[in-house]
């Protein structure tokens, strides 16, 4: 292909990659317009958060007795009542409390919570965003405010009790038995069946097998319905009541939750469906909690309050672009038009992997800044020395990308252990991944986009 070719497509590719970033990339979507790049994930710092205080119920639940002892729905006249704590003493204990930090950690990691995505199945929750008080229980959550708060604050206290019950209250199927649930859906010809794919753990196999060919329709002699149901609750509520329709031997059940007729229908049941799958992959909380409060907690940091940083970084920046025009002339402009090509992509890869800003974010992101323009002048005066001629041109070029690679692999590690920490706190992890996405730009970027500026732009 063509020198010039090449350095017009790569300068029209940075002209796009800039004008989607700082500006979007939208469409019509009815009487607006959607961006199709996602918003920046602000941390709590910058967008505020709510704090959500639970506590440990001291609710008294009233058991009623008939006159022989058994336990009633309503009180009888004859008969007797007992006050009993919702939370026993052998409950409130340290192990329990802990198992409550873990369980909502990992709901609000599956809830695919913003400030939440840095953890793991295994990792300890990050002290910037649940506190426990081992000695009473007491949890506090802190959650960035959006839309799906409200949500979010549910899954905090909600104990997602799962029961699987015969129309005798007998318990066929609870929380332990419970393996992995995932959501599905069966496309029928006018319709959609929202399901969970319930799958049992391996002692539980059999049990579930039995259970389906038990509970099952079934008719009498004389037409009259015989079958026997189940009865499918969460925290005691009914979600569904049915029967089984084949037997069950590989220990996955699929449970119907509800039939769609149209799209928006079908949205609502599967996010209905993945709440519930939710719940119940965590496990059931163990301890039975109330809220103590529940508010928004606005932001110390305004807009206002970034407008002066903004305006010096901003000048800085130009300064050092036209730095590099006036002292490498026809080299510096094209790595004027690179720098902003990388800033742009930067940005892009920011909101398109959901790095969480921070103010420490914002720091990793001035750092990458620095480190690619560092990157940029080494790379100018190592050409500036080179004879003229083009494989003199290449060889200095080559060199100076593997030295700066050499450079930068220190600042890459460090990136990479503050990502993969289980110990450390929000800022520090925004931080860690915003200068490893920085770094592996920098290292990808000038090798391939940088390259093609320089060495086609140089005359044979």
Same mark, same amino acid.
């Given at each position: 292909?063509?020198r010039?070719l090449?350095?017009?497509?790569?300068?029209l590719?940075i002209?796009?990659?800039?004008?989607?970033?700082?500006?979007?990339?939208?469409?019509q979507?009815?009487?607006?317009?959607?961006?199709?790049?996602?918003?920046?994930?602000?941390?709590?710092?910058?967008?505020?958060?709510?704090?959500?205080? $639970?506590v440990?119920?001291?609710e008294k639940?009233?058991i009623y007795?008939?006159?022989?002892?058994?336990?009633?729905?309503?009180?009888?006249?004859?008969?007797s009542?007992?006050?009993?704590?919702?939370n026993?003493?052998?409950?409130?204990?340290q192990?329990?409390?802990?198992?409550?930090?873990?369980?909502?950690?990992?709901?609000?990691?599956?809830?695919?919570?913003?400030?939440?995505?840095?953890?793991?199945?295994e990792?300890?929750?990050?002290?910037?965003?649940?506190r426990?008080?081992?000695?009473?229980?007491?949890v506090?959550v802190?959650?960035?405010?959006?839309?799906?708060?409200?949500?979010?604050?549910?899954?905090?206290?909600?104990?997602?009790?799962?029961t699987?019950?015969?129309?005798?209250?007998?318990?066929?199927l609870?929380?332990?038995?419970?393996?992995?649930?995932?959501?599905?859906?069966n496309a029928?010809?006018?319709?959609?069946?929202v399901?969970l794919?319930i799958?049992?753990?391996e002692?539980?196999?059999?049990?579930?097998?039995?259970?389906s060919?038990t509970?099952?329709?079934?008719?009498?002699?004389?037409?009259?319905?015989?079958?026997?149901e189940?009865?499918?609750?969460?925290?005691?509520t009914?979600?569904?009541?049915?029967?089984?329709d084949?037997?069950?031997?590989?220990?996955v059940?699929e449970?119907t939750i509800?039939?769609?007729?149209?799209?928006?229908?079908?949205n609502?049941y599967?996010?209905?469906?993945?709440?519930?799958?939710?719940l119940?992959?965590?496990? /059931?909380i163990?301890v039975?909690?109330?809220?103590?409060?529940?508010?928004?907690?606005?932001s110390d940091?305004?807009?206002?309050?970034?407008?002066?940083p903004?305006i010096v970084?901003?000048?800085?920046?130009?300064i050092?672009?036209?730095?590099?025009?006036?002292?490498y002339?026809?080299?510096?402009?094209? /790595?004027?038009?690179?720098?902003?090509g990388?800033? /742009?992509?930067?940005?892009?890869?920011?909101?398109f992997?959901?790095?969480?800003?921070?103010?420490?974010?914002?720091?990793?992101?001035i750092?990458?800044?620095?480190?690619?323009?560092?990157?940029?002048?080494?790379?100018?005066q190592?050409?500036?020395?080179?004879?003229?001629?083009?494989?003199?041109y290449?060889?200095?070029?080559?060199?100076?990308i593997?030295?700066m690679?050499l450079i930068? $692999?220190?600042?890459?590690?460090?990136?990479i252990?503050?990502c993969?920490?289980?110990?450390i706190?929000?800022?520090?992890?925004s931080?860690g991944?915003?200068?490893?996405?920085?770094?592996f730009?920098?290292?990808?970027?000038?090798?391939?986009?940088?390259?093609?500026?320089?060495?086609?732009?140089?005359?044979?």
């Amino acid at each position: 292909m063509d020198r010039r070719l090449k350095l017009t497509l790569i300068i029209l590719f940075i002209i796009f990659i800039s004008l989607i970033s700082f500006g979007g990339l939208y469409v019509q979507e009815t009487k607006f317009a959607k961006n199709l790049i996602p918003n920046y994930v602000l941390g709590m710092d910058f967008s505020g958060y709510r704090a959500v205080t $639970i506590v440990p119920s001291t609710e008294k639940e009233t058991i009623y007795y008939d006159k022989d002892g058994n336990v009633v729905d309503e009180e009888a006249e004859d008969g007797s009542k007992e006050e009993i704590p919702v939370n026993s003493e052998d409950i409130l204990i340290q192990e329990n409390f802990q198992r409550t930090k873990e369980i909502i950690e990992k709901r609000l990691y599956d809830l695919r919570t913003s400030q939440y995505l840095i953890s793991v199945d295994e990792a300890p929750a990050k002290e910037y965003q649940i506190r426990l008080d081992n000695e009473d229980g007491t949890v506090v959550v802190h959650l960035p405010e959006n839309l799906t708060t409200d949500l979010a604050s549910q899954f905090i206290y909600t104990r997602g009790v799962f029961t699987v019950e015969d129309e005798e209250g007998q318990l066929l199927l609870t929380n332990t038995d419970i393996k992995n649930v995932l959501v599905g859906y069966n496309a029928l010809t006018s319709s959609a069946e929202v399901y969970l794919r319930i799958q049992v753990n391996e002692g539980s196999v059999e049990k579930l097998k039995d259970m389906s060919k038990t509970y099952v329709e079934s008719q009498d002699a004389e037409g009259k319905d015989t079958s026997k149901e189940v009865l499918v609750k969460i925290d005691g509520t009914s979600i569904q009541q049915t029967t089984f329709d084949n037997e069950i031997t590989d220990g996955v059940w699929e449970l119907t939750i509800a039939q769609a007729t149209d799209n928006n229908s079908l949205n609502a049941y599967l996010e209905q469906a993945s709440n519930i799958a939710i719940l119940l992959n965590s496990g /059931a909380i163990p301890v039975e909690y109330t809220v103590e409060q529940n508010r928004y907690i606005k932001s110390d940091l305004t807009l206002e309050d970034a407008i002066i940083p903004a305006i010096v970084i901003g000048a800085i920046l130009v300064i050092g672009i036209i730095f590099l025009i006036v002292k490498y002339k026809k080299l510096g402009l094209l /790595a004027a038009i690179s720098y902003i090509g990388f800033l /742009a992509l930067f940005l892009l890869a920011a909101r398109f992997f959901y790095l969480v800003i921070t103010i420490e974010g914002i720091a990793g992101i001035i750092v990458g800044a620095i480190l690619n323009y560092i990157a940029l002048v080494y790379l100018l005066q190592s050409l500036s020395k080179a004879d003229k001629n083009m494989a003199e041109y290449r060889t200095a070029f080559n060199k100076s990308i593997i030295s700066m690679l050499l450079i930068l $692999i220190p600042t890459l590690i460090i990136g990479i252990a503050l990502c993969c920490s289980t110990s450390i706190w929000l800022p520090a992890y925004s931080f860690g991944t915003v200068i490893f996405w920085g770094v592996f730009i920098i290292a990808v970027y000038n090798a391939i986009i940088t390259r093609v500026l320089f060495l086609n732009s140089i005359k044979e």
